[in-house]
C-alpha cells in the first residue's frame, strides 16, 4: 500500500485536504495528515477540521507563530523527524506559506518525492512573503499541478514544463462539494439580509501591518462611505488592530466580527453585494459563488479575473477605488468555472500521480 503525507499549516491549506483525500483513499492509498502548527486558533484549525469531516490530524508539530525563519525552521526540524520515521512513498502541500516553502525543503533534502498543489501562481512582487515560497516550491518539488492555463505558462517560462501540468483548482472542487451545506444561519445571527450587506476581510501585511496601519483606514472609510452594512470577520493576526478601530463612529456601517467557520464563510460569500478582500482564496470563491470581489492588492494578481471583469484591483487611493467599484458594479455578475477546471481537479490530479507511476 502506497503511503502518502499532505501536510498543512493555514487555514486555506486545510480546506483543500477533503476532497483529494477522499480520492486517493479510492484509489488505496493510505493517507497521513500533518499539521504543522502554523494557525493554531480553533477556528482556523479543530473547528474546521470538524466542518471538513477531517477530525484530528495524524500527527501536529506545533510550532506556533514566530518570525519566517524561525517559523520555517521550526517547521523543518520536526517536519524532517516525522518524515524519517513514517518514510512515506510522497508528499502533498498545496499554496505558498510557510509551511509550504519548509516541506519542499524538507523533502527534497531526504529525497521524497513532492507533489505541490497551487503551483505556478505569480504575483510578481517579492515584497511578499508567498511569492518566494512559491519560487523556491515549486523549483524544489517533483511535480507541479497548475491550477490554471496562466500558471502553466509561469511554469514553462521558468523551464519548469516537464514536471508541470495542468490539472484544474483543488480550491473549486472543495468549494463545489460544501457550498450545498453552506451555514445560512448566520444571516440571521448576523442580522444581515442577501445581497444587501458587503463582506469584508484583510489579513496581508501590506493592508494591516502597524507601518500600513493608514492604508488600512483607508480601505475602511472607503467602503463604510458605500453606506451598505458591511460584516468583517476578522483573521486572528489582527485583532489587535481592530481594537483600535471598531469603536470608532466613523467607520459605523461596518460591523467588525472574530473569524467566522468555513461554512457561514461560504454562505456570508455568496449572499454579499460586494466582497471587499485581500485573501486569493476568497476572491475567488466570491467570483465562482457569482458575487463581486474587489481586491486590494498591490500588484495586478489573478489576471483572469481582471481581464473578464469578474474582479478589481484597488490599489490606490479613494478616487481608484471609485473607479474600480463603478468597473465591478458594471460587469457581468457570474463567471465560468471552467477557467479552474469545473471541480474536477482532484481527479486529474489521481491522473496525473497514476500516469507518474506515483501510485
Ligand atoms: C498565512 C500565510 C498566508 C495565508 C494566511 C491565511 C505565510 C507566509 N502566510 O498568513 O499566505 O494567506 O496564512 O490565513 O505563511 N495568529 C493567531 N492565530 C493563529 C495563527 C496566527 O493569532 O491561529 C497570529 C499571530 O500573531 C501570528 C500572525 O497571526 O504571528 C501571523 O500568522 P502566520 O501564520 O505567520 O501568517 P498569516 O498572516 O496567517
Partial sequence: MKKVVRVVGARP????VPILKQKLVEQGVKHILIHTGQHYDSIMTGELAQELGLGEPDINLKVGSGTHANQTAQIMIR???ALLEIAPDFVIVDGDT???????????????????????IRDFDRDRPEEINRIL???ACELNAA???RALDNLRHEGLADKSELTGDLLLDNFIHFETKADSSVFKSLGLKERGYNLIT?????NTDVANVLRFKEILSFIAKTGLPSVFPFHPRITGLVADFKNDSSFAPIRFVPAVTYLQMLALVRGAQTVFTDSGGLSREAVWAGSKAMMFFKVDTWHDFLERGWAQIAKGNHATMEQALDRLTAAPPMAS????GSGRASERIVQMLRSKGWI
Fill in 13 to 16: 491549506q486545510y480546506m483543500q
Fill in 79 to 81: 517536519l524532517e523527524a
Fill in 98 to 120: 510557510n509551511s509550504t516553502l519548509a516541506t519542499a525543503l524538507v523533502t527534497s533534502k531526504l529525497r521524497i518525492p513532492l507533489l505541490h498543489v497551487e503551483a505556478g
Fill in 137 to 139: 516550491t515549486d523549483h
Fill in 147 to 149: 491550477p490554471i492555463p
Fill in 202 to 206: 484583510l489579513h496581508r501585511p501590506e
Fill in 337 to 340: 468555472q471552467a477557467l479552474f
